[in-house]
C-alpha cells in the first residue's frame, strides 16, 4: 500500500519528491557529501519532512541551502536532495524533530548519504 497521497491537500498538486521517490530503485543513485561546521555551527541547509509530517510519513529533503554556508560552499547539495543518513544514522524513518536534533548533534565533519534527482544538478552518476 502507497503511504505517499498524491496530492497536497492545500495546493492541489503533486510534490515533485512524491513523483522522484515512485522512480525505480535504479534512479535512487546515492552520493556522499561530506560537510564541515561553519563558524557559526551551522551545516548551511535546512530540511523538510519526517515520519511525523502534517501529510503523514515523507523523506527528509532539502529545503534550502545557506548562500555562504558550508553546504553552499561545497556545492554538491542541492535543494530537494533526499537525505538517507549523516555519519550512518539511517535518517529514512525518523521524525523532523529527531532529524534536526541529530544533524545539530553531530560535531566536527559531518558525511551525508544523498539521493540528487534529475533537473537539481549532479545526479552522482558519472559519464
Avoid at 505517499?4 to 522522484?20: A, Q
Avoid at 549523516?86 to 548519504?113: C, D, E, F, W, Y
Wanted: net charge negative; charged share 20%.
Amino acid at each position: 500500500e502507497d503511504d505517499l497521497e498524491d496530492e497536497d491537500p492545500t495546493t492541489g498538486k503533486t510534490p515533485s519528491w512524491i513523483k522522484w521517490m515512485r522512480l525505480p530503485e535504479i534512479c535512487h543513485v546515492p552520493k556522499s557529501v561530506q560537510l564541515e561546521r561553519g563558524q557559526a555551527g551551522s551545516l548551511g541547509f535546512s530540511i523538510v519532512g519526517g515520519c511525523d509530517g502534517l501529510h503523514g510519513k515523507q523523506p527528509i529533503l532539502v529545503k534550502s541551502i545557506v548562500p555562504g554556508g558550508s553546504a553552499d560552499r561545497d556545492g554538491r547539495l542541492r535543494c530537494g536532495d533526499l537525505i538517507l543518513s549523516a555519519n550512518g544514522h539511517l535518517m529514512t524513518s525518523i521524525s523532523h524533530t529527531m532529524s534536526v536534533t541529530l544533524l545539530k548533534r553531530l560535531q566536527g565533519s559531518v558525511m551525508l548519504a544523498v539521493v540528487s534527482w534529475t533537473g537539481t544538478g549532479d545526479s552522482g552518476v558519472e559519464t
